[in-house]
């Protein structure tokens, strides 16, 4: 709390329902206790002469209240412009992307393209290996039965052909 300047004097109470005397904050005084304070009565000794402090002629500088911030970095253009150019330089590139990848899948479709009449020579060969093979093993199983004809079906249907299902079964495992 700020002290008064004369400690015997006890301001005036500015709310009468309180119950408790106080002094108050401010430290205001009275008439009444301006008298009862010895160290607040004038003196008779001559007040010495009070200049008042004026401004100087022509009043104060002007008092700089706002932030200064100098500029910094590129301008909203700039950064725009930039965003810009790198998702054009990037969209450019996935559609180079996207021409070589149908370049590749056109050249993978060429290839095999050129290659079925090979692969199919060579599946064509398989399954005439696979086939004499089977009617070998069929002449030697059906030797001793009489009127059996090597090849020949034992359905009564000529109307479709079907052609024989070959499994490869590992010699490991014939064993």
């Not at 009043?59 to 725009?80: F, L, Q, T």
């Not at 590139?93 to 050249?107: M, N, S």
């Not at 030697?140 to 090849?151: C, F, N, T």
Request: hydrophobic share 35%; aromatic share 8%.
């Amino acid at each position: 709390h700020p002290r008064l300047l004369c400690d015997n004097v006890t301001p005036r109470r500015r709310h009468p329902q309180t119950l408790v005397r106080r002094r108050h904050p401010q430290g205001v005084f009275t008439d009444d206790s301006i008298r009862r304070c010895s160290s607040l009565r004038p003196t008779t000794m001559s007040a010495p002469q009070v200049t008042q402090d004026l401004p100087p002629p022509g009043g104060y500088p002007e008092v700089h209240y706002r932030r200064n911030i100098p500029k910094r970095g590129p301008s909203g253009a700039v950064i725009i412009g930039g965003v810009v150019a790198v998702c054009t330089f990037g969209w450019w590139r996935i559609v180079l992307g996207k021409v070589e990848k149908r370049e590749l899948k056109r050249e993978n479709i060429w290839a095999r393209l050129h290659l079925v009449p090979l692969l199919t020579a060579e599946a064509d060969r398989d399954n005439y290996r696979r086939e004499q093979a089977l009617l070998a093993r069929e002449a030697a199983i059906m030797k001793d039965v009489e009127g059996w004809k090597v090849g020949e079906s034992v359905y009564n249907n000529t109307k479709y052909y079907v052609p024989p299902a070959f499994v490869s079964v590992p010699e490991s495992v014939k064993k």
